[in-house]
């Protein structure tokens, strides 16, 4: 524990996540700068002042040489962050593999990779044994650096065998896992080859928690219906160890919003946007580039209502923001061209000598260029095939309380349980329903765009990244570890 002059020490609370919260670029034998980068999970845990947050993780980048470690070691731990050293063969077989290939779609309901059956097996087992290896090394890590009485907290699908590890080697240890995407229902995730020995690794932890009581009751159906456990109201019990389960919908850092729209940077921007798309209606969108995102159908959908509704033609303009991710995966790549020719094909069908239908980037947008947009668009539409929750619609919704924007959102979002009575709810899917819902967004009267984004704002201004850090951490540690349990016995 930290002790700050005179106060009483606060908490340790160790984060393990697959990624450091920060982009190492070496600069030479033995220095590296560091940018911290400011995703949803590292604003919650800036915001969360009652423990002191340290972080364990990759730093994105292969460092075979010891000069280059320690070096990398000492930055980082400035920035009270550890790294974990994984080389380019398992980051290959752990994170593009077994992570990429196989959770992240599997866990949004794509399924198993389709290959050749044997290759995919063989594939499949060598990258289990790589993912099991790389959360033991995560693991020794967490070891080397635990002190009694911190709380271990671990995200995500990347970290699924890391609960056990941790508590194979300390059984007092209090170990927390959150998963940030969705827990598919039993049937998709029985279909995994290791799908018990991953059930049993996360409830080796103390607490396990999932953004909507959806997600949360599927992880309890599978360890019932395939590990035979018994499921209760607190969530699963194996032999009288009990694992908690519940929910723990995420939030943002709404006032980080709310504040930079203040900024005359961001204002002067604004204006600017204003006058560029002077007499035309603004749509948004702004995803990773990912398949579970639902971009070519949301593109799809556009088509359609400019098809069926000539009058809007050139009276409404799609910003289309996608970043670029995992561009190295050809499955990847196929969606960007896929998404490039049907913007083609729309612009050339639709657009004038002057003015295309859609703005279509592939880049990143730097924050205050972010919340302008957010501030200028009168429909956003998020129409992810699946997604855990997704951060864009709560970013949207904070930024609007000027213009009381419409928010089409796809029920398919775990956004869609706390945003869903604010915004107009989509199956992603269905490309005349989203039309639809673009055509009754554009002509919302303004009393229930008002009402619709009350709701919305309330929820997203109530419900933050720092109160969901601290909800959780306290609910961890809460929770009476099987040793102490043993020892009261
Ligand atoms: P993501 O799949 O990355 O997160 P999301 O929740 O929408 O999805 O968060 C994306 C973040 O990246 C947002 O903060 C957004 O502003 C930013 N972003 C996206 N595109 C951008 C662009 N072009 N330029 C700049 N910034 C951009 C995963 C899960 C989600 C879950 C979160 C948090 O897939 O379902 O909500 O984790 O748990």
Redesign the pocket.
């Known amino acids: 524990c930290d002790k700050q002059d005179g106060k009483p020490p606060r908490q340790r609370l160790l984060v393990v996540a697959n990624r450091l919260p920060v982009s190492a670029v070496r600069r030479g034998e033995d220095s590296w700068s560091l940018e911290i980068s400011a ?3 590292v604003s919650a845990l800036l915001g969360v002042k009652e423990f002191e947050a340290r972080w364990i993780g990759w730093a994105g980048v292969n460092v075979p040489d010891e000069v280059g470690q320690k070096a990398l070691t000492e930055a980082l731990a400035e920035k009270r962050c550890i790294p974990v050293f994984l080389d380019e063969e398992i980051v290959h077989q752990y994170y593009n593999g077994y992570c990429n290939n196989i959770l992240w779609p599997l866990f949004h309901y794509l399924g198993l990779p389709q290959e050749d059956r044997l290759a995919t097996t063989r594939s499949f087992q060598s990258q289990f044994a790589a993912y099991k290896k790389a959360n033991q090394m995560f693991a020794d890590v967490v070891n080397k650096h635990y002190e009694e009485g911190d709380v271990v907290w671990c995200h ?1 699908y990347h970290l699924m065998f890391l609960p056990k590890c941790l508590k194979e080697h300390n059984r007092k240890m209090k170990v927390g896992w959150f998963l ?3 827990f598919p229902s039993s049937e998709i995730h029985r279909t995994l080859p290791s799908r018990s020995e991953l059930l049993r690794s996360v409830l080796a932890a103390d607490l396990v928690g999932f ?1 909507t009581y959806d997600y949360a009751r599927h992880f309890v159906s599978a360890c019932t219906r395939i590990l035979g456990l018994e499921g209760t109201p607190e969530g699963v019990e194996d032999q009288g160890k009990l694992t908690r389960v519940a929910a723990f919908p ?1 939030g ?1 850092d709404s006032e980080r919003f709310i504040r930079a729209l203040k900024i005359p940077e961001v204002q002067v921007h604004i204006e600017e946007l204003k006058e560029r798309f002077k007499g035309r209606k603004v749509m948004l969108g ?3 580039l ?1 398949m ?2 639902g971009i070519p159908q949301k593109i799809l959908a556009f088509e359609k209502f400019l098809e069926e509704n000539p009058y809007w033609r050139d009276k409404v303009v799609l910003l289309q ?3 670029p ?1 995992r561009t190295d995966v050809p499955e990847y790549q196929k969606l960007t061209s896929q998404v490039h020719e049907i913007v083609g094909r729309i612009n050339g069908r639709f657009g004038t000598l002057t003015t295309v239908p859609i703005h279509h ?1 592939d ?5 205050h ?2 919340c302008a947009l957010y501030a200028v668009t009168d429909v956003a539409l ?1 129409t ?1 095939l699946r ?9 949207f919704v904070a930024c609007q309380d000027a213009k009381k924007g419409v928010l089409i959102l796809s029920e398919f ?3 869609a349980q706390s945003l869903g009575a604010g915004a107009l709810l989509v199956n992603p899917w269905n490309i005349t329903e989203v039309a639809k819902s673009i055509d009754r967004a554009l002509n919302m009267e303004a009393e229930e765009r008002e009402k619709r984004h009350r709701h919305n704002f309330l929820h997203v201004t109530t419900h933050t990244a720092q109160e969901w850090a601290e909800t959780f951490v306290s609910e961890l540690n809460d929770t009476v570890v099987e040793a102490e349990l043993r020892i009261r016995q």
């Open positions: 995703g949803g999970l995500d940030h995407t969705p953004h995420i943002i702004v995803d990773r990912d579970i995102k923001i996608a970043v991710t980037l880049r990143s947008l730097d924050f260029a972010l998020v992810s997604d855990g929750m997704n951060l864009v619609s709560y970013e979002a775990g956004a």
